[in-house]
């Protein structure tokens, strides 16, 4: 049976996707990865597979397989941690939203530095008395 555990309230679940053969397909297709520069998603659910039996959808953000995470994976890295499970697949998805680019993702220090001096000059504008 599969089953679907809903982490938190930002959209972020936890799902169990089983099949009954190890020949049989997930039902998804996936696209993205990091050498594609974009996070991983799901970019098609079959009807009836194992991945819409669980309520998965198109643009749906791939974290973990098998609690290991594939936000630094390339996309062919991710299809062989895939492949290697045989009746149960465990995925952590956020409900898709505009995607992130890697760069986001990473974290980068620079994007984060230029990000707080901005934030750091609106609230010094805020805080100016009106002449």
Known sequence: MAKVTFVNSDGISK???????ANES???RLSGGKDEGIALKLAK???NSPAWKVGLKAKDLLIT???????GLGHGEVVKIIKTAQLDLELTIERGHALPSMALLAKDKNIE?????VQ???LK??????D
Not at 125 to 130: A, F, K, S
């Open 15 to 21: 799902v169990i996707l089983e099949r009954h053969k």
């Open 26 to 28: 997930w039902g998804f």
């Open 45 to 47: 659910v079959e009807h």
């Open 65 to 71: 397989v098998n609690n290991t995470s594939v936000l």
């Open 113 to 117: 530095h230029n990000q707080e001096k």
């Open 120 to 122: 750091n000059i609106y």
């Open 125 to 130: 504008t805020l805080q100016e008395e009106p």
